[in-house]
């Protein structure tokens, strides 16, 4: 779904046949402005967006951007104004707000964890671990954040996770039927295998044909061993209940990536608010 169809959807579910509070309050005529103001400190994420569903429902609202996506604000900070009609103002308020608040929370989340792996080679990725039909704003978000977005879907990265290799019989059974399959339908992509302990990476190892591992819950101790048992074969990605107080062990463990579900699945939104002025 691409971000146009998920406003014009998100309008439809939240208008319905017309903002009946609005159009009784408010002359059609009526002109007004507003301001986007921070109530929480953390990082701005969907200011992007706010300018496109703000166009997108009327192309006469002016926009005023303070704050650009990826900056780090504090409570009182205005972001942007919008201007116009003041029944279009108030009928994609909530919704600007639903997604920047939500937006915000991810990319402040996402921004904190970079913080804790500051000097290491590591990477932040995000997972598909996303609200439906949301994810293209949510791993939009992450990158807003400066963290790496991880496959996108089922289809555009091969991953091979425990359940595939216990459903396929072991790791060298998976990895061959992945081979058989690419080959089969004509497509080239990138493969990655999880592993959950030294004998299933051993298999891995002696097996190939990949690209990436993923140390599932290893401790960051046994994952220094596991990046030199790897160094120099196989893209590296530590993956599995990582925290803030554990992330920057697994960062200085060696591996290329860390993988971070909570970056979508368990975020707070960022407090904002849209106020007449």
Not at 70 to 83: A, F
Not at 116 to 134: C, F, Y
Not at 138 to 147: D, S
Request: glycine letters at 8%; hydrophobic letters at 40%.
């Amino acid at each position: 779904m691409t971000i146009d169809q998920i406003i014009d959807e998100a309008l439809r579910e939240d208008i319905g046949d017309g903002d009946h509070t609005a159009d009784a309050c408010i002359p059609a005529e009526a002109k007004g402005k507003a301001k986007l103001l921070v109530k929480e400190d953390g990082v701005i994420a969907g200011v992007e967006l706010a300018q496109r569903i703000f166009s997108r429902f009327d192309p006469e609202l002016k926009v005023e951007v303070f704050i650009q996506d990826g900056s780090e604000i504090k409570v009182g900070d205005i972001v942007l104004t919008v201007e116009g009609s003041s029944r279009s103002i108030l009928k994609t308020e909530r919704l600007v707000l639903n997604f920047m608040q939500r937006m915000s929370g991810i990319a402040s989340k996402t921004a904190n964890l970079n913080k804790l792996i500051e000097g290491t080679n590591a990477k932040l990725l995000d997972t598909r671990k996303t609200t439906p039909l949301l994810r293209e704003i949510e791993k939009w978000a992450v990158k807003i954040g400066g963290g790496v977005n991880h496959r996108f879907g089922l289809y555009d990265m091969v991953m091979i996770k425990d359940n595939h290799i216990d459903m396929a019989g072991g790791i060298p059974q998976a990895i061959e039927r992945v081979h058989q399959h690419l080959k089969a339908i004509g497509k080239d992509l990138k493969i990655e295998i999880e592993v959950r302990d030294f004998d299933e990476l051993n298999q891995a190892l002696a097996a190939g044909g990949f690209h990436r591992i993923m140390l599932d819950n290893f401790h960051p101790d046994d994952e220094k061993k596991a990046v030199e048992l790897i160094a120099g074969k196989f893209e590296t990605e530590s993956s599995g209940g990582i925290t803030e107080s554990s992330i920057r062990a697994h960062a200085l463990a060696g591996v290329d990536y860390i993988s971070v579900g909570a970056l979508t699945h368990h975020i707070k939104s960022l407090d904002l608010s849209l106020k007449a002025v």
